[in-house]
Nanobody, 119 residues
Framework: QVQLVESGGGLVQAGGSLRLSCAVS????????MGWFRQAPGKEREFVAA????????NYAASVQGRFTISRDTTKTTIYLQMLSLKPEDTAVYYC????????????WGQGTQVTVSS
């Protein structure tokens, strides 16, 4: 099992930036692949970014490609989502998620952090 706690959300002007953090705890961190999702008001939850595998390459939604970057610290205890050139369309609750490597579904989720981009 893993526990995920997001932080770093807030209110930002269009064109600005935010860096979200996801604190990861648990005894088997290296067995999980991490990702970011978001849910805007009135919309379904959507994929944002993820590691293809633990310590591997990354994958991004087309809507954030070139603007967002997923990364981790050297201790592998924190996952980040660096968001640049933010747009009002990026406004959403952002969730950190984890899946067991070798499985298709993300099974563990954080509580979410609100990102609001004003125009």
């Amino acid at each position: 099992q893993v526990q995920l706690v997001e932080s770093g959300g807030g209110l930002v002007q269009a064109g600005g930036s935010l860096r979200l953090s996801c604190a990861v705890s648990g005894r088997t961190f290296n067995l999980y692949a991490m990702g970011w999702f978001r849910q805007a008001p009135g919309k379904e939850r959507e994929f944002v970014a993820a590691f293809r595998w633990n310590g591997g390459s990354t994958n991004y939604a087309a809507s954030v490609q070139g603007r967002f970057t997923i990364s981790r610290d050297t201790t592998k205890t924190t996952i980040y989502l660096q968001m640049l050139s933010l747009k009002p369309e990026d406004t959403a609750v952002y969730y950190c998620a984890a899946r067991v490597i070798g499985r298709n579904d993300y099974e563990y989720w954080g509580q979410g952090t609100q990102v609001t981009v004003s125009s």
